[in-house]
C-alpha cells in the first residue's frame, strides 16, 4: 500500500485565476496527498473572500465541488 | 534582546504599512540610478563581482523573453539563490542575535520564516498583523500574484521561478525595515539594505554572473474597495510596454470580458471552464441577458438556487444550476449531470452525493467553503445540506 504523505501546508484548494486559497489551521492541523485532513483538535478553514468556516475535531475527506461540461460530456471538479 | 514592543513603537505600525503598500503599488517610473546602486551592492553583500551590464526591460513578461533568448546564446549562471542567501541569511542571524526565539506553527515562506522564527509571538504576531499582512494583503496578494500567473500563462514552460520581486517584495521589505527603523536593529539589518533599494526603486529582478536583467514598474493599477485588482475600462495591471493583467474583482479575465462583454456568446460562456471566469462574464453580461441568450426555462426553485435547462444552440438541451455565491452576492451558473431535474439533484451531483447517503436525522454534518468540501472520513450518511456554507 502506497505511503500517503503529509503536504508542507494545509491548503485545500488553489484559485488559478485568483491566486485565492482554502487553507485549514489550528494545532496538529494536517493535510495529507490523499486528500485526508486530520484536525485532531478542529481547525479553522479560511479563505480570502469567503468567511471563515470552523470544523470540529475530526478526521476529514477532502472534495471539491463538481460541475458537468456538457459539451465534453463529462465532469469535472470546479475550477477557479 | 527585544522582548517586547514598547508603545511608541508599537504606534509607529501605521506609518510602515502606508510607506511599504505606497513602495509595492508605485506607477512611477523606475528610480534607474537608485535601483542599479542597489543591484551592485547586493552583489557586494553575496561578494559576487558585480554584474557587467544591467539591462533594463519594459514588464516581466518582456524580462522573462528576453532572459531566455539571451541565456540560450550566453550561458550565464543565476545567482539569485547566492544574493538571496547572502541577504537571508545574515539578516536572520542578526535580527536572531537580538531578539528572543519563539515557536511558530505555520510557516509562510523560508523568507518571512528565518525573521519570524527570531521574534516572540506577541512581537512577531503584532508586527505580522499590523505591517506585514496589512501590506502583503495590498501588494502580493492582489498584484504580484496576478502578474506572476499572467506571465506563466504567456510563456508556459520557458518561465522559470528566477526572480526577485523588486517592488512586489514590498511585505518582507515592511518587516525587515520596521524592525531596522522602529527597533533599531541596524546593525543587523544591513545586509537586506540592497534589497530595500531595489524594492524601493523598480520592478521585478533577475540576477546572474554578468548581466542582471530588472524591469521597469506598473504605470498603472486599478482595485476595487476590498483591494482586489480590478478595473471596468482597461488593464488592472499595466506595465509600460502595454503588458499587463485584466482583471475583474480579483479574477484574471481577457480583453474581451472586460471592455466588450456584450460581444460573448454563449457558446464562449457556456465552454468557459474557469468558474470564477464564467462567473465574471455572467455578471458582465447580466444573468438576465444571459438566459435569455440560452433560452432558458425554469425548471425547479429552492431558496436562490434555480435549475435550469439552457438551450446550447446545437440541437441540445442541457441542465445547469444558477445560484447565488454567498460570499460576494454574485449569480453564477453551472452544468449539472443530464440527469437531474431538481435542484435537490444538482445540489447533491455537485457535492458527490446520492440519494441514499442522505439522512437529516441522524447523518454526519459537513462543511463547505466555495467549491471545497469536508466530510467525516468513514462515515456513511451525511446531512442533505452542509452545517456550515461560506
Known amino acids: ?80 | 534582546m527585544i522582548e517586547k514592543l514598547t508603545d511608541a513603537q508599537i504606534v509607529r505600525f501605521p506609518e510602515f504599512v502606508k510607506k511599504w503598500t505606497d513602495i509595492g503599488l508605485c506607477t512611477l517610473p523606475a528610480d534607474r540610478l537608485r535601483a542599479e546602486h542597489g543591484i551592485r551592492l547586493a552583489y557586494e553583500t553575496a561578494k559576487i563581482k558585480a554584474p557587467l551590464k544591467i539591462v533594463w526591460t519594459t514588464s516581466p513578461l518582456a524580462q522573462v523573453l528576453t532572459e531566455d533568448v539571451c541565456l540560450r546564446i550566453h550561458k550565464s549562471a543565476s545567482v539569485l539563490d547566492s544574493v538571496r542567501a547572502s541577504v537571508h541569511a545574515s539578516v536572520h542571524a542578526s535580527v536572531r542575535a537580538s531578539v528572543r526565539d519563539s515557536v511558530h506553527a505555520s510557516v509562510l515562506d523560508s523568507v518571512l520564516d528565518s525573521v519570524r522564527d527570531s521574534v516572540r509571538d506577541s512581537v512577531h504576531a503584532s508586527v505580522r498583523d499590523s505591517v506585514r499582512a496589512s501590506v502583503h494583503a495590498s501588494v502580493l496578494d492582489s498584484v504580484l500574484a496576478s502578474v506572476h500567473a499572467s506571465v506563466r500563462d504567456s510563456v508556459l514552460d520557458r518561465y522559470y521561478w528566477w526572480f526577485g520581486n523588486g517592488q512586489h517584495d514590498a511585505p518582507w521589505c515592511a518587516y525587515v525595515n520596521f524592525f531596522r527603523e522602529a527597533a533599531g536593529l541596524t546593525e543587523q539589518t544591513d545586509k537586506a539594505e540592497a534589497h530595500r533599494l531595489i524594492t524601493e526603486s523598480a520592478g521585478w529582478f533577475s540576477p546572474y554572473t554578468h548581466i542582471c536583467w530588472i524591469t521597469e514598474r506598473h504605470r498603472r493599477v486599478c482595485r476595487n474597495g476590498r483591494g482586489q485588482l480590478h478595473s471596468h475600462d482597461g488593464m488592472a495591471v499595466e506595465y509600460p510596454d502595454g503588458w499587463g493583467v485584466w482583471a475583474w474583482n480579483g479574477v484574471r479575465v481577457n480583453e474581451q470580458i472586460i471592455l466588450a462583454p456584450n460581444t460573448l456568446t454563449p457558446k464562449q460562456i457556456a465552454k468557459e471552464s474557469n468558474a470564477q471566469v464564467r462567473q465574471v462574464m455572467v455578471e458582465r453580461v447580466g444573468i438576465e441577458r444571459v438566459c435569455q441568450l440560452f433560452n432558458a426555462k425554469s425548471v425547479d426553485k429552492q431558496g436562490t438556487y434555480e435549475l435550469l435547462v439552457l438551450d446550447l444552440g446545437d440541437g441540445r438541451t442541457r441542465p445547469y444550476l444558477k445560484m447565488l455565491n454567498p460570499s460576494i452576492g454574485v449569480w453564477h451558473v453551472e452544468g449539472v449531470h443530464p440527469s437531474c431535474d431538481t435542484v435537490r439533484k444538482a445540489l447533491n451531483f455537485r457535492v458527490g452525493l446520492t440519494e441514499d447517503q442522505i439522512d437529516d436525522i441522524n447523518g454526519a454534518d459537513w462543511y463547505e467553503q466555495g467549491d471545497v468540501i469536508l466530510k467525516p472520513k468513514g462515515v456513511a450518511k451525511f446531512k442533505s445540506s452542509p452545517t456550515i456554507l461560506t
Not at chain 1, 489550528?26 to 485526508?36: E, H, Q
Open chain 1, 1 to 80: 500500500m502506497k505511503k500517503r504523505t503529509k503536504l508542507e501546508k494545509a491548503i485545500l484548494a488553489l484559485g488559478e485565476s485568483t491566486g485565492h486559497f482554502h487553507e485549514a489551521h489550528g494545532d496538529g492541523v494536517a493535510l495529507f496527498d490523499d486528500g485526508v485532513l486530520e484536525a485532531p483538535h478542529g481547525a479553522e478553514v479560511t479563505h480570502q473572500e469567503h468567511a471563515p468556516v470552523i470544523v470540529p475535531p475530526g478526521t476529514y475527506e477532502r472534495s471539491i465541488v463538481v460541475e458537468y461540461d456538457h459539451f465534453l460530456e463529462e465532469y469535472r471538479n470546479v475550477a477557479d
